[in-house]
């Protein structure tokens, strides 16, 4: 399993087609994108901590600034818990939608040949440069590294689908934007119905 996380951050091919060819490694794909949420997870904890910890002061000179009248009681207050909730949720089910729509698209819009199993098996392990995002609760760098993390994750996730489809690169480029921006959706609409479950009063 390291081998094969490793192969991913390398962005080998050779690794992808056997992760693809091994329907066993659907746990590990799991267990990456566990891992992966746990992570970012404990990253988004420790990032409300620290930004609880230094909001009240800023939001304190804000509120001066706007007067006498504006009630501080009503800006909510990030829960660490809530936090690592959201991002452990929303990588896990980002992984699921996400997984299941380029099956879907690949398969029923392109004609590729692929089974669900490795859709989750490659965009599982796809996930794997996100392990960037635990470090998120350092002021700046943190930030960088998990977009950097991001957007090498969703290399890894082009040339995985690519090895999983058996598609050529503008149809598997079609297949992820498209994918991907109906699993942000879906994200995101279940973060704002969730969100009030995330937040404490300040």
């Known amino acids: 399993m390291l081998q094969r996380i490793l192969g991913v951050f390398k962005l080998d ?18 267990l990456v994108v566990i891992l992966v949420a746990v992570v970012a997870g404990i990253g988004a904890a420790l990032a409300a901590t620290m930004l609880n910890r230094t909001l009240p002061g800023v939001m304190e000179g804000l509120g ?12 909510p207050q990030l ?26 698209i690949g398969t029923k819009v392109f004609n590729a040949t692929a089974d669900m199993g490795e859709m989750l098996r ?12 635990g470090l998120g609760f ?10 950097v993390g991001l957007i090498w ?31 942000w959706l879906i994200s995101f609409l279940v973060g704002l119905v969730m969100a009030p479950l995330f937040a404490i009063a300040s």
């Not at 809530?82 to 879907?104: H, R």
């Not at 599982?124 to 392990?131: D, E, I, K, M």
């Not at 350092?138 to 977009?147: E, K, M, N, Q």
């Not at 690169?169 to 699993?183: C, D, E, H, S």
């Open 64 to 75: 001066d600034s706007l007067g006498e009248g504006f009630d501080m009681s009503l800006v």
């Open 153 to 183: 994750a969703l290399v890894a996730s082009f040339v995985g689908i690519r090895e999983g489809l058996d598609l050529d690169t503008g149809k598997t480029l079609a297949t992820i934007v498209i994918a991907f921006i109906g699993a």
């Open 13 to 30: 091919k050779a690794t992808f087609a056997e992760i693809e060819a091994d329907q066993t490694a659907t746990t590990q794909a799991a």
């Open 122 to 133: 490659v965009i599982g392990f796809a996930q794997a440069p996100r392990l960037l995002s």
């Open 138 to 147: 350092i002021p700046c760098l943190g930030g960088i590294l998990g977009f």
């Open 79 to 104: 829960s660490p818990v809530g936090a690592f909730l959201n991002a452990l949720i929303g990588a896990l089910l980002s992984w699921l939608v996400w997984s299941a729509l380029t099956y879907f």
